[in-house]
């Protein structure tokens, strides 16, 4: 039997061909396509402006040089989340530190973060930055974390990796005036994906016009920015330093295809959801929440077991089963490369209950109605063994 995984691309004929009238053509690094897609892209999402880039690590680095953070500064974000939501402040030389997660949502926890806030005010050690993830495709509480920007006057970088396509409060995501700006991951286990890629979207046009210098080498060859004009037309400067952070063309093009049917990958990933939802009643599992004042995109649908024991049976089980299922996340201030600047077991201990009993079933586009069943089967086997 074939295995099924959490997540993966769903690539059909017509993106073959996107991807290949490219290859056939002139341009294969960044050309035509690439404002193509961003174009597309701002307007599926509502915004303003849109750079594609070669990862949405790229693109939360990007963000955070535009925001000027740099040593001495600080970001926070969730640690239930993947690592480059976190590392893109060290990367500029900023220190980090992590806000516990909501333990209905699994975003980060609102209540945890106004405590967080009011006890760094105090100190003199309010956050520039806030990364806030919008985990499993699920919006977090924007217009609360809105109210807290406007108290204590951080930028906030919406990481939507998990959540092209959803809604909230009748706004698509990359359309928030909440969030600064918003990050997508286009990594082929997304919603849509171009290989690798990412992109930042925004309404600012200084944000903007920041990150599209820096994703190539912060190079400008645009007349009118140039501080020497009277050179040939070869010429160009380099204004600040910045990095190779291109997507290419292939890429693009496959992108703009994938996008083109996105309503349809997330029409489907919604419809495997409710059916996990319905099918899991009977199950001795707790669901994902789902907000009622949006949609999620379901990236992932991660379900809670009894306890460690029970999620560590299951999952060897399942995988036993050829059914890849994963666990997200390890919260990020377990990882060694942070314990080693002083976090510890127990500094936010809700991330750490979530973490020990949860497991991400697969859900994808390219899942059937039959490789769920047989998920579920493979589930129920291996709950019964735990009774
Ligand atoms: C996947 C992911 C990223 C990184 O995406 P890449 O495109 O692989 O760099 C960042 N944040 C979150 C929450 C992710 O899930």
């Not at 190079?219 to 920015?225: C, G, K, L, M």
Request: charged fraction near 20%; aromatic fraction near 10%.
């Amino acid at each position: 039997m074939s295995s099924i995984s959490y997540g993966r691309q769903l690539i059909e004929d017509d993106d073959v061909a996107a991807v290949e009238a490219v290859l056939r053509g002139d341009w294969l690094t960044q050309g035509p396509t690439i404002p193509r897609f961003e174009q597309a892209a701002a307007s599926y999402c509502g915004a303003s402006y849109a750079t594609a880039v070669s990862s949405a690590t790229a693109a939360l680095h990007l963000a955070c040089l535009a925001m000027g953070l740099e040593r001495g500064m600080r970001l926070w974000t969730s640690t239930n989340t993947f690592v480059a939501s976190a590392n893109c402040a060290r990367y500029c030389g900023a220190s980090v530190d992590f806000v516990d997660i909501d333990p209905r949502t699994y975003c980060l926890s609102i209540d945890a973060l106004s405590e967080k806030l009011a006890k760094a005010e105090q100190r003199g050690r309010l956050p520039d930055v806030i990364v806030a993830v919008d985990f499993a495709g699920q919006p977090c509480d924007w217009r609360a974390l809105a109210q807290l920007k406007a108290r204590y006057g951080f930028r906030l970088i919406e990481d939507a990796s998990h959540s092209f396509g959803a809604d909230y409060r009748g706004r698509r995501i990359g359309s928030l005036a909440e969030a600064d700006c918003t990050i997508f991951s286009f990594h082929p286990v997304k919603i849509l994906t171009t290989g690798e890629g990412g992109m930042i979207v925004t309404d600012d046009v200084a944000l903007h016009r920041a990150v599209q210098l820096l994703r190539s080498h912060g190079i400008t060859r645009e007349p009118e920015n140039l501080f020497r004009q009277e050179e040939g037309a070869w010429y160009y400067e380099q204004h600040a330093l910045g990095f190779n952070y291109r997507m290419t063309d292939l890429s693009a093009a496959l992108g703009l295809s994938q996008l083109a049917k996105v309503d349809r990958f997330l029409a489907r990933r919604r419809e495997l959801a409710a059916r996990y939802d319905s099918l899991l009643q009977n199950y001795d599992v707790q669901i994902p929440w789902q907000a009622p004042e949006g949609s999620s995109a379901f990236h992932l649908y991660p379900v809670l077991l009894a306890d460690g024991t029970v999620r560590r049976h299951v999952f060897d089980a399942l995988r036993a089963d050829g059914i890849f299922v994963q666990v997200h996340y390890i919260p990020v201030h377990l990882q060694p490369d942070y314990m080693r600047s002083g976090f510890k077991r127990g500094d936010f201990p809700l991330a750490e209950a979530y973490y020990e009993r949860t497991l991400s079933l697969p859900l994808h586009a390219a899942l059937s109605d039959a490789d769920q069943d047989r998920v579920l089967a493979s589930l129920r086997q291996a709950l019964e063994a735990e009774q």
